[in-house]
């Protein structure tokens, strides 16, 4: 991935062994992002694979890697948002090449929630990306808008919609005085309800999940 505005000089020099661990964490990674893939395909959901996908999501190496490589390069709040701003650009890309690969939609997923989320999300003293509530809610806007163009094309996309629930919920659980005025939270409740009785067409084996998240919206 590109540094997307971000300077590539730091004041920290990685030796050759600390890129090779990197490197083999990310490899380790990659191989717990195709165990899962594998359970999924079978449609294994046993107490195994819950604890796989824990793992894969706890080993996440960009939840990470990307905070450090940020403060190692000391990059500024402009900096980090013109990285953002890259990075959601290339997972729109790579989500509409093949809305089916978990490891993208999951790379997707951490980026707005480490981003959008009302909440901080990592153990560091401070927010990776720092967007205010308005840049969150025109982020979150703009990705549901154009996931919403692709669920038109996939409208079978577990995946893509799972995603979309969540991208409405974080839009939901923004400070609603401080939403942009175009957001209406009613419209996304409706949608999100919408989605969630897809889910239990295409993934009726965890229509009880479904049907749950359903009744907490009403």
Same mark, same amino acid.
């Given at each position: 991935?590109?540094?997307?505005?971000?300077?590539?000089s730091? =004041?920290?020099?990685?030796?050759?062994q600390?890129?090779?661990?990197?490197?083999?964490?990310i490899?380790?990674?990659? #191989? /717990?992002?195709?165990?899962?893939?594998?359970?999924?395909?079978?449609?294994?959901?046993?107490?195994?694979? %819950?604890?796989?996908?824990?793992?894969?999501?706890?080993? #996440?190496?960009?939840? $990470?890697?990307?905070?450090?490589?940020?403060?190692e390069?000391?990059a =500024?709040?402009?900096?980090?948002?013109?990285?953002l701003?890259?990075?959601?650009?290339? +997972? @729109?890309?790579?989500?509409?090449t093949?809305?089916?690969?978990?490891?993208? @939609?999951?790379? #997707?997923?951490w980026?707005?929630?480490?981003s959008?989320?009302? $909440?901080? =999300?990592?153990?560091?003293?401070?927010?990776?990306?720092? %967007?205010?509530?308005?840049? $969150?809610?025109?982020t /979150?806007?703009?990705?549901?808008?154009?996931?919403?163009?692709?669920?038109?094309?996939?409208?079978?996309?577990?995946?893509?919609?799972?995603? +979309?629930?969540?991208?409405?919920?974080?839009?939901?659980? %923004?400070?609603?005085?401080?939403?942009?005025?175009?957001?209406?939270?009613?419209?996304? $409740?409706?949608? +999100?309800q919408?989605?969630?009785?897809?889910?239990?067409?295409?993934?009726?084996?965890?229509?009880?999940?479904?049907r749950?998240?359903?009744?907490? %919206?009403?």
């Amino acid at each position: 991935m590109t540094s997307h505005g971000v300077p590539r000089s730091s =004041t920290t020099v990685r030796t050759p062994q600390a890129i090779q661990a990197d490197l083999l964490k990310i490899e380790a990674y990659n #191989n /717990l992002v195709s165990e899962v893939q594998a359970l999924k395909s079978k449609h294994t959901y046993s107490p195994t694979s %819950l604890s796989t996908t824990s793992s894969l999501l706890t080993q #996440n190496p960009e939840s $990470k890697l990307i905070p450090r490589v940020l403060s190692e390069r000391g990059a =500024t709040i402009e900096e980090r948002r013109t990285f953002l701003d890259g990075e959601l650009g290339e +997972m @729109q890309t790579a989500v509409y090449t093949d809305p089916y690969d978990q490891s993208i @939609q999951l790379y #997707n997923h951490w980026l707005l929630l480490e981003s959008c989320s009302s $909440k901080q =999300t990592t153990s560091t003293t401070s927010p990776v990306f720092s %967007l205010t509530n308005s840049q $969150k809610s025109e982020t /979150l806007l703009r990705t549901l808008e154009w996931m919403r163009e692709l669920l038109d094309e996939e409208p079978d996309c577990r995946l893509l919609l799972e995603e +979309m629930i969540f991208v409405g919920s974080l839009l939901r659980d %923004l400070d609603e005085t401080e939403e942009e005025e175009d957001v209406d939270r009613d419209e996304v $409740k409706r949608d +999100m309800q919408s989605w969630l009785e897809k889910l239990m067409e295409v993934d009726p084996m965890r229509g009880g999940r479904w049907r749950e998240m359903q009744e907490k %919206l009403m």
